[in-house]
């Protein structure tokens, strides 16, 4: 009796302090992504402080979720070395350099939507409430919608004529689809937002990479802003563009549903190989000589998205992304490109910024 008692008592503390432990260790978690502060550093219960609405609130209030600002407000700035709200619009010229890599860079993973918004370059993704329409939208064949890709993939079929790009929501690239509200649609994403490897996405905007609904990837903690080899976002591919739709690849086919890296007959390429990995290529392909190292330049992704990988080894792990060419915010070059496609980034024979970084041979 008296043994089974301590025995249940040591049990009991035993779970008690399993349970304390993996509490801890959930929240360690769940903190380092998610937003941190004072309530009342984000939200403002009445839209109200002694009578009237602060000037730092913006004149656009009140705002959805009790914000005291909109997605636009809180992201822009210029980025530094341990800052904590990751931005992604600057007013003044973000610091680029010839990929956005490069020491004193301080642009993040997706790049900066300054250039599209200044209108030096029509360069990028117009997003409402920065830039003005791009008529690119309406420009048929330019975007395709296809149910098949994602039932939820905006306009379902054709994009509305007149429609900008948004942050978020039905038009947008940040959470769900099916809320029109911006703030809506990535709901729960800051408060529960999770770090590191999400494997599983799910389908909630705090499961996504990045709030992007139904996307696996690792997350740099740093959302790049110093990216090395061993230091950067590991991005989701797949080796066969029809079977996965949570790399990062089929996120941008959501929208550029053309885009898909399909061989044509005989196996020869009719658009750029994506969701393709450089391993499948014959022994010896220029390709291979990407190298041993990840180039944060010239991103490539991986179908285990479980850890940052420091090297490749052409193993499921050197696959093509629309991001190996793209950043998503935009940059100081056209169509989104990381770096000057007529430049050389090498001493090459011909012109092509990033692309010798895997046409070796043609460097
Ligand atoms: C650093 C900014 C920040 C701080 C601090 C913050 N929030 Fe939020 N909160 C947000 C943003 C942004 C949203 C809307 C987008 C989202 O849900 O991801 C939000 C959404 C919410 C929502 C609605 C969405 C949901 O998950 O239910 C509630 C409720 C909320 N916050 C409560 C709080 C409370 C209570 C505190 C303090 C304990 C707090 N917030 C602190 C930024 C913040
Ligand atoms: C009140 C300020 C505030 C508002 C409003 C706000 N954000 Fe954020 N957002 C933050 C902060 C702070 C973080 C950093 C949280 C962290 O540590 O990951 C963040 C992070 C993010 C991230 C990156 C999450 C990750 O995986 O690291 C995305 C994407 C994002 N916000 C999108 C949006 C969108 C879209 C909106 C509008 C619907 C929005 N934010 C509105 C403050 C805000
Ligand atoms: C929610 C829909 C949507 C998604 C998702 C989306 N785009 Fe776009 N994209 C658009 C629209 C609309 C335009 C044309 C209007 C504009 O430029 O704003 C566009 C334009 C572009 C352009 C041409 C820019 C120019 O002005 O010439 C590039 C390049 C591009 N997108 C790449 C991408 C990549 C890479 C991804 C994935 C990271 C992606 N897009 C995801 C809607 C989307
Ligand atoms: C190998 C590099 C590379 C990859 C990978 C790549 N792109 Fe591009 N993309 C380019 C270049 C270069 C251009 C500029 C036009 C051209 O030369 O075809 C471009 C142009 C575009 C345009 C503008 C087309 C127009 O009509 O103006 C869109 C949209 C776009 N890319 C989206 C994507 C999407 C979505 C993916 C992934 C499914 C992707 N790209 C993958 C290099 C790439
Ligand atoms: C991340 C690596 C990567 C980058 C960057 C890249 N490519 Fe490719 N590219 C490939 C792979 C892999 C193939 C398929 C090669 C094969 O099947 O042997 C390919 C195929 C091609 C082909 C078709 C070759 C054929 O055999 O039919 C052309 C043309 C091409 N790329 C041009 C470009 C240009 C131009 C750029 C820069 C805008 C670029 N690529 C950037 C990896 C890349």
């Known amino acids: 009796m008296k043994t089974i008692t301590i025995c249940t008592r040591y049990l009991a503390k035993l779970y008690t302090l399993s349970f ?51 997605c636009v407000g809180c992201h822009t700035g210029v980025n530094s070395s341990g800052g904590d709200v990751p931005f992604v619009f600057s007013t003044t010229a973000p610091v ?31 997003v409402d409430d920065l830039a003005a329409y791009d008529s690119l939208a309406n420009e ?3 975007l395709a919608f296809s149910a098949a890709a994602d039932s939820s993939t905006p306009g379902n079929g054709s994009w509305p004529a007149g429609q900008q790009v948004t942050c978020a929501g039905t038009y947008g690239c940040h959470g769900t689809h099916s809320e029109s509200v911006m703030v809506s649609a990535v709901a729960g994403g800051h408060h529960y937002g999770q770090s590191g490897a999400l494997t599983t ?43 996965d739709s949570a790399t990062i690849s089929a996120f941008c086919m959501r929208c550029h549903d053309d885009y898909h890296a399909s061989s044509g007959p005989g196996g020869g390429w009719l658009r750029h190989p994506i969701d393709y990995d450089m391993g499948s290529t014959a022994a010896g392909s220029e390709v291979r000589g990407y190298g041993g190292a990840y180039d944060p ?47 050389s980034i090498g001493d090459g024979k011909v012109t092509g910024g990033g692309c010798t970084a895997c046409h070796t041979s043609k460097n």
Request: charged letters at 15%; one cysteine or more.
């Open 140 to 142: 048929s064949g330019f």
């Open 20 to 70: 304390l432990l993996l509490t801890a260790l959930a929240v360690a978690t769940v903190a380092d992504a998610a937003v941190t502060g004072n309530c009342s550093d984000c939200h403002t219960m009445h839209y109200s402080q002694g009578g009237q609405a602060l000037a730092e609130w913006g004149s656009d209030g009140p705002y959805n979720a009790l914000l005291t600002t909109t």
């Open 297 to 343: 330049a010239v991103p490539v992704a991986s179908i285990d998205v479980s850890s940052v990988l420091n090297t490749v080894t052409f193993n499921d792990d050197t696959i093509v992304t629309c991001l190996s060419c793209h950043r998503s915010h935009g940059s100081p070059f056209s169509k989104l490109l990381r770096w000057d496609y007529m430049d």
């Open 96 to 126: 680029y350099d010839a990929t956005g890599t490069e020491s004193g860079t301080n642009t993040l993973a997706g790049g900066n939507f300054y250039w599209a918004a200044n209108g030096t370059n029509d360069t990028g993704h117009n």
């Open 201 to 243: 996405p799910g389908t909630t905007p705090a499961g996504g990479f990045r709030m992007l609904v139904g996307i696996a990837g690792y997350e740099d903690p740093e959302w790049e802003l110093t990216p090395t080899s061993s230091l950067h976002n590991q991005y989701k591919g797949v080796d066969d563009v029809t079977s």
